[in-house]
């Protein structure tokens, strides 16, 4: 089953089974959902707050990007 744990504009993270996922908006100039798996660290670290969830965000995008994956398309079979 999926929980909602938190929730920020266009950012949500989820609980589904023992895994967190963050779902974002990561389109720039049209909407494109993203969905990426997140430690239970950085979903608790991000529900504390805005700032707390922008730098989660922004750290996950640039371990995306190192690892060689885009960030910036949707990956949700839209």
Same mark, same amino acid.
Request: avoid cysteine.
């Given at each position: 089953?999926?929980?909602?744990?938190?929730?920020?504009?266009?950012?949500?993270?989820?609980?589904?089974?023992?895994?967190?996922?963050?779902?974002?908006?990561?389109?720039?100039?049209?909407?494109?959902?993203?969905?990426?798996?997140? &430690?239970?660290?950085?979903?608790?670290?991000?529900?504390? %707050?805005? #700032?707390?969830?922008? $730098?989660? /965000? &922004?750290?996950?995008?640039?371990?995306?990007?190192?690892? %060689?994956? #885009?960030?910036?398309? $949707?990956? /949700?079979?839209?």
């Amino acid at each position: 089953m999926d929980t909602k744990i938190f929730e920020l504009a266009d950012m949500e993270i989820w609980k589904r089974g023992d895994k967190y996922y963050v779902r974002y908006d990561a389109g720039s100039h049209q909407i494109g959902m993203r969905e990426d798996e997140i &430690s239970e660290e950085e979903a608790m670290r991000a529900s504390q %707050g805005k #700032n707390e969830a922008i $730098s989660m /965000l &922004s750290a996950l995008q640039k371990r995306l990007i190192d690892s %060689g994956v #885009n960030p910036y398309v $949707s990956n /949700l079979g839209n």
